[in-house]
């Protein structure tokens, strides 16, 4: 189960007798007295922004989004990469903006991942099972195995 990963970004407070060190953005000299760390790399404050809406990304609970080398901010994120389809068990679209929950090429809203069986619900590291295209719990998945042998497809 995979949700949409982002990583943190850190301001550092550069001491004065430090080397300055390359922005990443301009790749000038950082001599301001504070600097951001993103990526491993580190940034001016006005460097580090969105490459769509060119919103500076060190605002305090930013969150900083990477696809094909572009650095994004959350919102151009998911409304470049968060339409996905439709979703694979209500077949209703997802809207941008709405997490979803993915299993193989599948996704799904948040609401409709569950056993499409029994509707139990499943958490973080929960094991669930295709089949036919249908998510199943554990339960179910093993009950259909003994019913009609059908070959195993665990994620
Ligand atoms: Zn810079
Ligand atoms: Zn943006
Ligand atoms: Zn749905
Ligand atoms: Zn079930």
Known sequence: IVLFLSSGIQMLSVHPDTKP???????RKIKDRFLLKAL???WHEDCLKCACCDCRLGEVGSTLYTKANLILCRRDYLRLFGVTGNCAACSKLIPA????????????????????LCSQRFCVGDKFFLKNNMILCQTDYEEGLLKDGYAPQVR
Not at 21 to 27: D, I, M, N, T
Not at 100 to 105: I, P, T
Request: aromatic share 14%.
């Open 21 to 27: 060190k390359g922005c990443a953005g301009c790749s």
């Open 40 to 42: 491993d790399k580190y």
């Open 97 to 116: 903006f709405e997490m979803v929950m993915r299993a193989k090429d599948n996704v799904y809203h948040l609401d409709c991942f569950a056993c499409q």
